[in-house]
C-alpha cells in the first residue's frame, strides 16, 4: 500500500475492516474541533447550484477572501487545494534551477519534475531543531537559481520562520530574479506571522494558502495563491477552468468569518499540543520537538528496535494512524509525525505508543 501522504483513512478501513469512525487519524493535520458550525447548512442551502458550471472566477469568494486578508481580488487565484498550485507553477513560470528547503512536502518536488527542472535542496539545521540559516540561505540562492520553495511553518517540523526573516529571503531572491514560492498552509495558527502583505512589494513571491488544515474541510479541496497581479494572470491564462466546484464556495465564506471558529481553534491548540509534547517526550526513546502549529514531529532512538515505517504499521491495524516520515527529503527512518487531536484522542495515543514500544524492549 502507497502512504505518500497521511489522511488515508477510508482505504485503511477497506483494508483491514475498521469502521471509519473508529479510526484515530493522526496523520493528516487537521483541526481537532472539525469543520465551522453552520458549514453543513450553507452547503444544504447552495446545494441546487450542482445544476450548473461553477463561476470560473469565483466572485463571491475571493471578494471574502479579499476583505479576510485586506488585499486586492486581483492578487488571489483559487485552486482545487494548494497541491493544484504546485504543480501549475512550474509548468507556467518553466524554472530550470529549483531550490527546496527541507524537510519538505514532497508534492514540490513531484511539480517540478513536470516541468524538468533540476531540483536541490537546503537542509534545516537539526541539531538546533530544524530551524534554517538564514545567512547561509541567501548565500545559496545568490549562486543562482530560478525558484525556491519554502513552507511556513514547516511541514513536518512545525517551526515557523519570523516573517522578517523571510522577507530576507524573498529579498535575496528578488536580486537575482529568481520566484520564491513561501507555502503557509499552516499559517492560519500564527496568521500574524504571514507574508501576505509583501506580495504588494515583492513581484517574485508567490504565497500558498489552504483552508483544508485549518478550517477542517480537506474534502472539499479548496486553496489558493496570493500574488502580484502580473502572476495571477499569468497563472489562471494557462489553469484549467472550474476546478473549485460549487458547493465549497459559499460553505469557505461562512467559514472565513466565524470568528468564535478560529478563536475558539487557537485557543484549544496551544495548551493541548503542549499536553501532547509533555507526554510524548516522557515516553522513552522519543522526543518531540517544540511547534507553532497543530502537529508534532517526533524522532526516535535507533536503540528501540523499531523504525518509523514498522512503528505505522504495527498501529495502523488498531486503527490508529501516525504519519511515517521516511520520505521527507531530509529526514530518515526514525521520525514520525501526529496531529493534535482531542484531548481524550491524544491520551489513546499516548498509551497505544507506550504499549507498543514497552512490548519491543521487553
Given at each position: ?9 477510508t482505504e485503511i478501513s477497506r483494508i483491514y475492516g475498521i469502521d471509519e469512525d473508529k479510526i484515530i487519524d493522526f496523520s493528516a493535520n487537521i483541526n481537532p474541533l472539525g469543520y465551522p458550525p453552520g458549514l453543513r447548512e450553507a452547503i444544504i442551502k447552495d446545494f441546487d447550484s450542482v445544476l450548473n458550471y461553477p463561476d470560473c472566477d469565483s ?26 498550485f504546485m504543480y501549475w507553477i512550474p509548468v507556467v513560470f518553466k524554472p530550470e534551477k529549483a531550490l527546496i528547503v527541507t524537510p519538505a512536502f514532497s508534492e514540490y518536488e513531484k511539480g517540478l519534475a513536470v516541468s524538468g527542472a533540476e531540483v536541490s535542496y537546503f537542509q534545516a539545521d537539526q541539531a538546533n531543531d530544524f530551524s534554517v540559516d ?229
Open positions: 500500500m502507497k502512504r505518500d501522504h497521511g489522511g488515508n483513512v466572485f463571491d469568494l475571493v471578494s471574502g477572501l479579499s476583505e479576510y486578508h485586506g488585499i486586492n481580488r486581483d492578487c488571489i487565484l483559487l485552486g482545487n487545494g494548494s497541491t493544484e538564514i545567512g547561509r540561505l541567501c548565500k545559496r540562492i545568490k549562486e543562482g537559481l530560478d525558484i525556491v520553495y519554502f513552507c511556513n511553518p514547516a511541514n513536518p517540523t512545525g517551526v515557523l520562520t519570523p516573517k522578517n526573516e523571510l522577507c530576507r529571503i524573498i529579498a535575496c531572491a528578488g536580486e537575482i530574479g529568481a520566484l520564491v514560492v513561501v507555502d503557509e498552509a499552516f499559517i492560519d495558527f500564527v496568521e500574524e506571522e504571514s507574508v501576505k502583505k509583501e506580495i504588494l512589494r515583492s513581484p517574485n513571491l508567490i504565497v500558498l494558502r489552504s483552508m483544508t488544515k485549518f478550517f477542517g474541510i480537506p474534502g472539499l479541496r479548496l486553496g489558493y495563491i496570493l500574488s502580484a497581479p502580473s502572476c495571477i494572470a499569468k497563472v489562471k491564462e494557462n489553469k484549467l477552468p472550474w476546478t473549485v466546484n460549487s458547493l465549497v464556495k459559499g460553505a469557505a465564506v461562512k467559514a472565513l468569518f466565524d470568528k468564535d471558529y478560529i478563536r475558539e481553534t487557537r485557543q484549544y491548540i496551544l495548551p493541548e499540543r503542549k499536553f501532547l509534547r509533555t507526554a510524548l517526550n516522557k515516553i522513552p526513546g522519543l522526543y518531540a520537538f517544540e511547534s507553532t502549529v497543530n502537529f508534532l514531529l517526533v524522532s526516535m532512538d535507533s536503540r528501540i528496535g523499531i523504525n518509523s515505517t514498522e512503528l505505522r504499521d504495527s498501529l495502523t491495524p488498531e486503527g490508529l494512524l501516525i504519519r511515517d516520515c521516511s520520505n521527507f527529503q531530509g529526514l530518515g527512518d526514525c521520525y514520525f509525525r501526529v496531529a493534535v487531536k482531542r484531548h481524550e484522542q491524544n491520551i489513546v495515543l499516548i498509551e497505544k505508543l507506550k504499549k507498543e514500544l514497552a512490548t519491543i524492549r521487553t
